[in-house]
């Protein structure tokens, strides 16, 4: 079974500063996928950055970034210099690769709210 | 450079009344989902789509129907709504290859009262 787990409900942040969103995932796959998305208040789903199980570096979009450790099996997602436009609730999901029956489906945590503030 | 879009954006459902929900995409992806999102919680997959005329149960189908007649449409339809499907729905799609996102349409707030 699949399992995405964010522990931390609520985080807060003061602008300009660096916050760490925690995910821990469990799969048996060797190959999986691992998204995080940004859900604001207006509700839509934003895709902000991917990391493949294979790849060796861990992924950067901008100022995002994603410190995969597969050994421990997380994804945090680091956020610099936060921005009050950051403060929204936040996802990580799983895509797991070898299941061909499901191929591309996510698997998602609860999501954890994060609050930027001045 | 609608990407995926849905219809309608809010409605509410007496019990027992059955409703549509739209959802068109313009990329021409052949993966298509559905997922619901209970509050506090993640979203959950509820059926999914590989190509027109192809669709599969996901993790919470009881309640819903699907049909994929078109690459571009995946209406999912409620049957006697009932008050555990009041939730917020989202249609999403992809070109299925697991390193690309799934892109998602803005969500359809649904209560059953």
């Known amino acids: 079974a699949q399992k995405i787990t964010q522990t931390q409900p609520g985080m807060f942040v003061q602008e300009k500063e660096a916050v760490t969103l925690d995910c821990t995932y469990d799969t048996s796959d060797q190959s999986y996928g691992l998204f995080w998305y940004k859900q604001p208040s207006s509700g839509e789903m934003i895709f902000l950055i991917y990391q493949g199980s294979y790849d060796e570096q861990n992924a950067t979009e901008g100022r995002y970034s994603l410190n995969f450790q597969k050994a421990r099996k997380s994804a945090n997602l680091v956020i610099s210099a936060s921005q009050l436009g950051d403060s929204a609730m936040y996802f990580c999901a799983m895509n797991p690769f070898d299941r061909g029956s499901t191929l591309g489906r996510l698997y998602f945590g609860r999501g954890t709210q994060l609050t930027v503030w001045p | 450079n609608a990407g995926v879009t849905q219809t309608p954006k809010f409605r509410i459902l007496k019990i027992g009344q059955s409703m549509t929900l739209q959802c068109t995409q313009d990329m021409n992806h052949n993966y298509m989902y559905w997922y619901r999102q209970d509050p506090g919680m993640g979203l959950k997959l509820i059926y999914y789509?590989?190509?027109?005329?192809?669709?599969d149960k996901g993790e919470v189908p009881n309640g819903y129907n699907v049909s994929r007649s078109t690459t571009e449409d995946f209406p999912l339809r409620l049957e006697l709504a009932a008050p555990s499907q009041t939730s917020v729905y989202f249609c999403?799609?992809?070109?299925?290859?697991?390193?690309?996102?799934?892109?998602f349409g803005d969500g359809t707030r649904l209560s059953i009262l």
């Open positions: 789509s590989v190509g027109a005329g192809i669709t």
């Open positions: 999403a799609s992809s070109t299925g290859l697991g390193f690309q996102p799934q892109h």
